[in-house]
């Protein structure tokens, strides 16, 4: 039942980590997208088009200008009549009230001028009067009109036929009648009977006002969807101006739209996690182990989003093509780290999220395909530098090839090929060349080892190989014939070989510590004569521990002091430990005291220093070289390995097994052949 909820709770964390995997990269990727899609051209018409090729990612009007518009305008407000709603009780109150207030007659006038004043003042009101600030304004554009409404009917006037306050009183005295007596009309104050009978309609002029502006279009034609604009180079012309502008007015006010903006969103966040989701489904079915090795997995996902995240930079500032960023790298570097198929499918992953933020996503996606795939194809494994120099020229022809190819498909005639795509092709190419110095950034950010340093590392003059073959001179030999037997059995079953030499080179460095206690660096004397089985056991034992700590004094990669640890596995020291036996049978064996501490190898590469280095070891005290002993001799010790459980931690097979033996065989007798005897000169 507890095994049951161990592996329960291991399970569920592995999912947990796995989701949280996928939903940091998604959360950082879909953020760093441009949602929206703001457009940041600079245009200067009659200047040359300075980006890519411009194409109609959504049919749109071509806006006329506000120039044109703002023209337009103003021969539609020609036509603008405002409305006005004529009063026909102020008229009637106001008249009542003069012939109200002079009933009795006006002082010095005659009594007929009550009469013709009142007809005076009706033919005022009949005409209209309007605010003096209104009227002052309308008037002085002499040829407007206003909509006069009566009732329900609206008659059109001319502003010079209605009157203001001001003028009604003056065009009081224009009668001569009226004119003859106009010092005692004075007196009576007739301006207060005569006030504005005609007040403006805001509701029905701002509706005829509206309708009038709707009436102008706004636009002079239509771009449709996937209509080539302008292209790098092009000069802008007025028309073609006039369409950007146009693009980039749509562009804002669609990106205003929250709903739009919402869904846009969504289906990023959708579109991303699927390809993440499958992207570690594809990991956690046939790359199971990376998951165990946090640094590993990191980076995978790490780049993913590293190179999101500058491609959506590079969307935003325009002015730089996408292209210059070397998304070859990603391919070479896990090639070099991991294996082929991680490295292809990172990098398809990779491309199709940076493929969405892109106006022209299939000419991406697939050069970045071509140029994933030979980058793989051509650098299976990076050992010298002239590989990654041969590896960016095959990369950038390859491109070059495949876009050239696009552009002789949409063509009609070589001139219209845009050829400045190219150079950025060509400068990717260049950048590529910076893998060779990031390669060291990788190793130290994230835990591994490149063949690279691996052949730094097997160099015989480094500090602590010269060193070993200065002061145990015969451990450094065996070191060496470690690595040849070991490399050649990893060649054989399909192993990493420079791993397992380098590995080879470094495994017995603990014996610095002590040279003189093992048997290949006496001459003569046997120290171990004057110790104990359990000491000679410990001082053999310490030089796996003393190994460790002299890898880590010099700084050596994680897989070479695994080699260390692991090429004795849990084994014992058998000469100690079976002599120790023989010589106390009635005594029970702390077999600790003569156990290594492991752990057992649990990589092939390690399995196969293992098998060399005991066979190699073993080989010396053989009494005689024949094919048969040598045989004889691999056969037990590779078989007795396999039945201690040495080899139950790697992947190892059965068949690595055999192809390792054949190999073992074939190499001794070969470095043990005998030579043919010269014959010697007879003497007369």
């Not at 078989?639 to 040495?646: P, R, W």
């Amino acid at each position: 039942m507890n095994n049951f909820n161990l592996k329960e709770n291991v399970l569920l964390r592995d999912l947990l980590t796995r989701a949280l995997l996928v939903i940091a990269t998604v959360t950082i990727v879909v953020w760093a997208m441009p949602h929206e899609s703001t457009s940041i051209y600079h245009v200067e018409q009659g200047k040359p088009w300075k980006y890519g090729e411009l194409t109609a990612p959504f049919d749109f009007p071509i806006y006329k200008a506000e120039s044109v518009i703002s023209h337009e305008r103003d021969s539609v407000m020609r036509q603008y009549e405002p409305y006005y709603r004529y009063n026909e009780e102020t008229e009637m109150r106001m008249v009542h009230k003069f012939t109200t207030d002079y009933a009795d007659g006006i002082q010095g006038v005659p009594d007929d001028f009550i009469s013709i004043i009142s007809n005076r003042l009706h033919s005022l009101y009949q005409q209209g009067i309007m605010e003096s600030k209104e009227y002052e304004e309308m008037r002085a554009d002499t040829s407007s009109m206003i909509r006069i409404v009566t009732n329900k009917q609206a008659s059109s006037v001319s502003i010079m036929e209605i009157y203001s306050a001001k003028r009604a009183y003056e065009q009081l005295f224009q009668d001569e009648k009226l004119n003859t007596v106009r010092s005692q009309l004075q007196k009576c104050n007739l301006n207060n009977y005569i006030t504005p009978n005609l007040s403006y309609d805001r509701e029905r002029s701002e509706t005829s006002k509206n309708e009038l502006m709707s009436s102008i279009p706004l636009a002079s034609g239509l771009v449709q969807k996937g209509q080539k604009i302008v292209d790098r180079g092009e000069i802008v012309t007025d028309r073609t101006y006039r369409i950007i502008e146009s693009y980039i007015k749509e562009n804002d006010r669609r990106n205003q739209d929250k709903t739009q903006n919402q869904i846009s969103l969504i289906g990023h966040i959708l579109y991303v996690t699927i390809l993440m989701v499958c992207f570690t489904l594809y990991l956690s079915l046939y790359r199971k182990d990376y998951f165990e090795k946090p640094r590993s997995i990191t980076m995978l996902y790490a780049f993913i989003v590293i190179f999101a995240v500058l491609t959506a930079i590079f969307v935003r500032n325009t002015f730089i093509h996408v292209y210059i960023l070397p998304y070859a790298m990603v391919p070479i570097f896990i090639r070099v780290f991991m294996d082929s198929r991680t490295a292809f499918m990172t990098h398809i992953t990779m491309v199709l999220i940076c493929a969405s933020m892109l106006q022209h996503p299939f000419e991406f996606t697939v050069v970045e395909i071509v140029a994933g795939l030979v980058a793989i194809t051509s650098l299976r494994e990076l050992s010298q530098r002239s590989q990654l120099f041969k590896t960016a020229i095959f990369i950038s022809a390859a491109c070059i090839i495949i876009n050239l190819a696009f552009d002789w498909t949409r063509a009609t005639a070589f001139s219209q090929i845009d050829y400045s795509t190219y150079n950025y092709l060509i400068f990717n190419g260049v950048t590529l060349l910076f893998a060779y110095p990031l390669l060291y950034l990788i190793e130290k950010a994230f835990g591994f080892t490149s063949d690279i340093t691996l052949i730094e590392l097997s160099n015989t003059n480094s500090e602590l190989l010269r060193k070993m073959s200065e002061i145990a001179p015969g451990t450094f030999n065996h070191s060496i014939q470690v690595a040849n037997l070991a490399g050649e059995i990893a060649n054989k079953i399909g192993a990493k070989s420079q791993l397992v030499r380098t590995g080879a080179l470094y495994h017995d460095i603990g014996k610095l510590s002590n040279p003189i206690y093992y048997t290949e660096n006496q001459s003569g004397i046997d120290p171990h004569e004057m110790l104990t089985d359990i000491e000679s056991a410990q001082i053999i034992i310490s030089h796996v521990t003393e190994g460790i700590k002299m890898a880590d004094k010099y700084n050596l990669p994680k897989v070479i002091r695994d080699f260390i640890s692991t090429h004795h596995g849990q084994g014992k020291a058998k000469f100690f430990y079976i002599r120790y036996k023989n010589e106390h049978p009635d005594e029970p064996v702390d077999d600790l005291l003569f156990t290594y501490p492991g752990p057992n190898p649990f990589t092939r590469e390690q399995a196969c220093l293992m098998m060399a280095d005991s066979v190699e070891a073993a080989s010396r005290s053989l009494p005689d070289y024949t094919e048969q002993s040598i045989r004889n001799l691999v056969e037990k010790i590779i078989d007795g390995q396999v039945a201690e459980g040495y080899f139950r931690e790697c992947p190892i097979t059965f068949r690595d097994l055999q192809y390792a033996k054949t190999v073992l065989i074939e190499k001794l007798k070969t470095v043990y052949h005998t030579r043919v005897s010269y014959p010697s000169e007879k003497k007369e």
